[in-house]
């Protein structure tokens, strides 16, 4: 079972450590490499208002 999602780059060595983290607690991201398919704008907006961020 999907539990969030976190966009990810298996390049990026926190990014990395972070997804492992997940995981070693039951967790099951979705994981979305957003160097490969980066969110659209209406996506973005949606994070944002989700995050409570004014921009």
């Known amino acids: 079972m999907t539990t969030g ?3 990810h780059n298996p390049k990026c060595s926190t ?3 972070t997804l ?3 995981r070693d607690n039951d967790v099951d991201p ?3 490499l957003y160097l ?3 969110p659209s704008r209406a ?3 949606t ?3 989700d995050a409570g961020i004014d921009v």
Do not use: C, G, W
């Open 5 to 7: 999602r976190i966009y």
């Open 15 to 17: 990014s990395r450590k």
């Open 20 to 22: 492992e983290l997940l």
């Open 30 to 32: 979705e994981v979305v």
């Open 36 to 38: 490969k398919n980066p």
């Open 43 to 45: 996506e973005l907006a």
């Open 47 to 49: 994070m944002i208002k």
